[in-house]
């Protein structure tokens, strides 16, 4: 089986504006090429998500006036607890691809961004794992009313094995064949190091507010 893919990502927005793909069938040797269409740009959630987490954690940084002083390390520490946590947010929806069922990858609508269209026994799944754009085929075939097979639809996953089943309208389907290739976006590792760098900045300032405020709260006998 061979394989090749090119995308291209715009890190000012979450959009997959590019893909190109060819794809070499083991069933038949057939050679298959499919790119977006040109009217076609598909939004990435999960990088939508990351920066609606990066955009609450300035709004928390932001919304005080430049005068406003705090009056107790623990009014300092509620406040990076809460950026760390949006922080946190915003660094697993790279980390942490969405577990998605068949019917789900189906019903997405991204089997009809390309060109030409993609036959109906694929589908096709994208998404990001750290700082790698994933693109995941799945070859299906239909299974036979008179199949000896237990039939068990499989469950949400980041990626499913050769052999899960589903339903599609009147039809069980069962995974035949898993193609998965993988592009490094270089700018999504540095999103990933800022995140890092940006967490223990906040965890060194609140391991300080609270040697300070021990500090102040100690009373000698």
């Known amino acids: 089986m061979a394989k090749s893919r090119r995308a291209s990502l715009c890190p000012a927005y979450p959009t997959l504006t590019h893909q190109d793909v060819n794809l070499k069938m083991p069933r038949n040797n057939q050679l298959l ?6 009217d076609k740009q598909w939004k990435l959630q999960q990088i939508q998500d990351a920066r609606n ?3 609450q954690a300035i709004y928390l940084l932001n919304n005080r006036d430049e ?16 950026v ?43 998404y990001i794992n750290l700082n790698k754009l994933c693109l995941t085929v799945y070859q299906l075939h239909t299974l036979q009313p008179n199949s000896t097979k237990n039939f068990r639809p499989a469950g949400g996953s980041v990626l ?3 052999g899960a089943m589903f339903e599609w ?9 898993v193609h998965k290739v993988e592009s490094v976006i270089p700018w999504l590792n540095d999103a990933l190091v800022f995140f890092t760098v940006s967490l223990q900045l906040c965890q060194q300032l609140k391991d ?14």
Do not use: C
Not at 33 to 38: D, I
Not at 209 to 219: A, Q
């Open 160 to 162: 499913h094995s050769p």
């Open 208 to 221: 300080k507010i609270s040697v300070f405020s021990s500090y102040w709260s100690y009373r000698p006998f």
């Open 84 to 126: 760390m946590l949006q922080l946190t947010r915003a660094r697993n929806r790279l980390t942490t691809p969405a577990t998605l069922t068949l019917p789900e990858i189906a019903a997405s609508g991204l089997t009809r961004m390309f060109t030409p269209a993609l036959p109906s026994d694929l589908l096709v799944n994208v």
């Open 33 to 38: 090429h499919f790119a977006f269409r040109e």
């Open 53 to 55: 987490h990066v955009s």
């Open 67 to 82: 005068s406003y002083q705090f009056r107790t390390g623990a009014e300092v520490l509620k406040l990076m607890d809460a």
């Open 169 to 177: 309208g009147a039809q069980r389907l069962e995974v035949s064949h």
